[in-house]
């Protein structure tokens, strides 16, 4: 027997459906080309999640310019919530391409340097710039090296402490390589200290990480160092 509000709603609404639906529209609105669901957001939150995330996002923003003071009816701040959530999706949530690997018998040191990446800091919410450099010794098989870059992408999943930041690609680049020898090296300029505290405008900070053959053996070790190393202006 059927309880009355069984009787009156219908069957059963899938939620995710109408989520998926309310984030293509979104999306279109954006401009953004349409991916699969799984493709944007492969952090194991559903897309109804997402969606809640963005709109806290979009009323903390608008809360934050109430607090400063600006008529959140002006049109340079109207749509400042909304777009201040895209950045936040592009920044942390944007598409993950997977991680490929190609058969290959080279098993000297392969290096990508010098490679930009931005993140927030946990303790301001303000930019930080990162200049990575990253290596491995294969495996029996390479990665691609735009890949290699993109790993970081991976990891920047929320506003990061550069030095988690550095221990978590470092350990995502060892397991993905066959776990011979990771190494990263991570400059960080970070906005926090250039823009208020002390106002250094050109302190930067280096983290490093390196694991198996690259942190046991002196040799490789310094073969990393001397050809990773990050520049002052890449
Ligand atoms: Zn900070």
């Known amino acids: 027997m059927k309880s009355p509000d069984e009787q009156t709603m219908g069957p059963p609404m899938d939620e995710d459906a109408i989520a998926r639906d309310l984030l293509n529209c979104i999306d279109d609105l954006q401009g953004l080309p349409k991916k699969p669901a799984s493709h944007l957001y492969p952090d194991n939150t559903s897309i109804r999640s997402h969606i809640h995330r963005r709109d806290l996002i979009i009323r903390g923003t608008q809360l934050i310019l109430e607090g400063i003071g600006v008529d959140i009816t002006d049109r340079n701040f109207a749509d400042t919530p909304r777009r201040y959530a895209n950045f936040i999706s592009e920044l942390f949530w944007g598409p993950r391409p997977a ?8 098993d000297q040191m392969v290096i990508v340097r010098n490679h930009e990446a931005w993140t927030l800091c946990p303790h301001h919410l303000l930019p930080v710039r990162l200049v990575i450099s990253i290596g491995y010794i294969p495996k029996g098989s390479v990665l691609g090296l735009s890949k290699l870059a993109r790993l970081f992408d991976d990891i920047n999943t929320q506003p990061l402490m550069q ?4 221990d978590k690609l470092c350990t995502r680049l060892y397991h993905e390589t066959g776990e011979m020898g990771a190494g990263v090296i991570m400059k960080g300029e970070h906005l926090c200290m250039r823009m208020r505290g002390i106002k250094s ?5 280096i983290t490093s990480k390196l694991m198996g053959v690259l ?3 002196p040799q490789a070790r310094t073969e990393f160092l001397a050809l990773a190393a990050v520049h002052s202006q890449p």
């Open 99 to 106: 991680i490929t690997a190609f058969p290959e018998t080279h």
């Open 163 to 166: 030095e988690t930041a550095v």
């Open 201 to 205: 405008s050109h302190s930067e900070a």
């Open 215 to 217: 942190r046991e053996n």
